[in-house]
């Protein structure tokens, strides 16, 4: 591969012009601060997708880790050679860590254009589910924000002005990534950092790799509530009295699944839950079947036949004004997480690990006054222990995590006024979006022809995963201008001199009488003889694959009165054939006398033709 050296990467900034040409280079994917999960070789697929608005010959790109330790570097790689569409797309395997991705497109061996997300990483993805302890809210104090800046998440909770909404009703937005300050709200439906901003912390140093988080908790919910909403128009009513909007809560994780964790991947769902249970005194059997019952549909649902669960103990809730713990859930908790034992298939799930036991953290150091809920330092401490339960084993061998799917890649080609653009076959559905507004639908057919604007596809597969592509962009005009012009008559034995001008265009090609094809800019045929003359026709192509078309003509004319079948009669001291273009020139006799004559066609420049003896002219237009 050509090197590109200090000295033509400076040319080709000086070829740019102003500081606004960076611009006609767009990095739409992946986005900033986006987190992809690694496999137990600490390796991700990393897709690199965008558009541009200029001529390049290939798009390159390399990951930098943004600080000393924090990566392993990816030097420069060739993205896509010959870009088609204005639309680049391509991949990598990056390591573990946190990156700033650069990407540059190459001309003529000069980087003419570049861009650059400052955020992307390879490591650790989390859904939480579970109630108040998993995600706080009814007004328990909050935990601190992430001090690590590889700890990420989602800011979106899914409520509108009437309260919760319903699975069916739910219209989650393009995923926006954000630093996983305080105040946060880790989609789907997190209340703020609560613990998980801090356990971020720790994970990051611990793992050395950036932490995304989600959250699907329900606070007040009990485990009978998750596995009757399970139906998506299913309802179920809280041991507290609380109706649920219908699919919920378990529609929250189902969402968390199929979307968020579609896109980016997972390692585990991190689940604190049981206390509802407790006071609702839960049998040791019903919590288990129940707990079993959402694995095993979490599993089906996001076709993630060994998506990890790591399963809190936790119990502790206060009745009749006393603080308890409840043994058949715990019970319940280990025996489905193989504490208990790991023989007995009806008891036991694969892939579900114990975690962290929180019943014993008790007191005003780690609880609220109900003796229920965490706060203050009993935040750090419950972030403590839920890292504290998810040894390197468990990242390398134990589990078996889930990688982000394949970025849908989408063909681009010009129809005239707009793009096609083309999804990949196989897929169960097929949304168009514009790019900012996921509640408009464009179209839904695998093509779409789309007219200046900015553009997503979504689609889903069989279990309902649902994936996005890169941001497509169409600009205001795909016209391309190209004008051709040259030797206008055959020189005997002379050149034939063609010349284009084109605007927006990143090549012309030229055919031709007798075969001839170039894709010079300004070709020259030598030694010209009758065969070359005819029509010469130049084509433009865009950055988008839009074309325009103009065409000179070349002519054999006469230079003196005289027989057609007579080569002194003509310029080129050749004979006309079928293809060729003949002007009869001012003041010249021209006389077909005793023989059929062929040419393209005729032009009278104040001359004359005449025919004698049977003689006749066969044109073949």
């Known amino acids: 591969m050509f090197r590109i050296t200090k000295k033509n990467y400076l040319l080709g900034l000086a070829l740019l012009g102003p500081l606004s040409a960076w611009a006609q280079l767009t990095v739409s994917y992946p986005a900033n601060r986006a987190v992809f999960q690694r496999n137990n070789a600490n390796q991700a697929t990393v897709y690199v997708a965008g558009y541009h608005a200029v001529c390049l010959d290939r798009v390159e790109a390399r990951f930098v880790p943004r600080a000393a330790g924090q990566g392993t570097a990816v030097d420069w790689f060739v993205v896509q050679d010959n870009p088609q569409g204005g639309h680049f797309y391509g991949s990598r395997t990056v390591l573990g860590g946190w990156y700033r991705l650069e990407v540059r497109g190459v001309r003529n061996d000069s980087v003419i254009v570049q861009d650059a997300v400052e955020r992307v990483g390879v490591g650790e993805v989390f859904v939480v589910a579970g109630q108040s302890n998993a995600t706080g809210g009814d007004g328990l104090p909050n935990g601190p924000g992430a001090t690590d800046d590889r700890v990420n998440s989602v800011d979106f909770q899914n409520l509108n002005q009437q309260g919760p909404i319903s699975y069916a009703d739910t219209q989650l937005p393009f995923p926006v990534f954000v630093h ?257 507004d996921i509640t408009q639908v464009l179209g839904t057919n695998q093509q779409y022809n789309a007219a200046s604007g900015q553009y997503r596809l979504r689609q889903k597969n069989a279990t309902n995963n649902t994936v996005f592509s890169a941001t497509l962009s169409v600009p205001a005009s795909l016209a391309v201008g190209v004008s051709a012009s040259g030797t ?97 020139s001012a003041g010249h006799l021209v006389t077909v006398d005793a023989i059929q004559a062929n040419a393209r066609s005729v032009e009278f420049q104040g001359g004359t033709l005449q025919f004698a003896n049977g003689g006749n002219l066969l044109l073949n237009q």
């Open 180 to 436: 996983f300050d305080a105040p946060v709200k880790p989609a789907p439906f997190g209340n703020y950092a609560w613990c998980w901003a801090a356990f971020g912390d720790v994970m990051a140093a611990q793992l050395n790799v950036p932490i995304l988080i989600f959250n699907a908790g329900w606070s007040g919910s009990g485990i009978r509530n998750w596995r009757e909403s399970i139906p998506t128009n299913a309802n179920s009513v809280s041991d507290f009295g609380y109706p649920y909007p219908s699919g919920m809560p378990f529609g929250h994780l189902r969402l968390a699944l199929n979307y968020y964790v579609a896109q980016q991947g997972c390692r585990a769902v991190l689940w604190h839950q049981g206390e509802t249970d407790n006071y609702a005194n839960r049998s040791r059997e019903d919590y288990r079947s129940d707990l079993r019952t959402l694995v095993e549909t979490s599993r089906s649902l996001s076709g993630k036949n060994n998506l990890a669960w790591v399963v809190a103990r936790a119990s502790r809730f206060t009745v009749e004004g006393t603080s308890r713990t409840w043994q058949p859930v715990i019970d319940a908790q280990n025996d489905v997480a193989g504490v208990n034992g790991t023989s007995d298939p009806n008891v036991y799930l694969p892939y579900v690990f114990p975690g962290p036991e929180t019943d014993p953290l008790i007191g005003p150091d780690y609880r609220t006054s109900d003796e229920v809920h965490f706060t203050g330092n009993g935040l750090m401490a419950l972030a403590q222990a839920w890292a504290g339960t998810l040894p390197m084993s468990f990242f390398t061998t134990s589990s078996t995590p889930y990688q982000a799917t394949p970025l849908p890649p989408v063909s681009v080609a010009c129809g005239g006024s707009t793009l096609t653009f083309t999804a990949p076959a196989g897929v169960a559905e097929y949304r168009w979006h514009p790019a900012t």
């Open 488 to 584: 206008s008559q055959v020189p005997a034995g002379g050149t034939i001199n063609l010349f284009s001008s084109a605007t927006n265009a990143c090549g012309v090609s030229w055919t031709g009488p007798n075969g001839f094809s170039s894709q010079a800019a300004n070709p020259t045929l030598p030694n010209a003889s009758a065969s070359q003359a005819g029509i010469y026709q130049v084509t433009a192509r865009n950055v988008y694959g839009c074309q325009s078309q103009s065409t000179v003509s070349v002519a054999v004319s006469s230079s003196t009165s005289g027989s057609w079948s007579s080569p002194s009669t003509w310029n080129c001291g050749c004979l006309p054939t079928a293809a060729t273009n003949v002007v009869i």
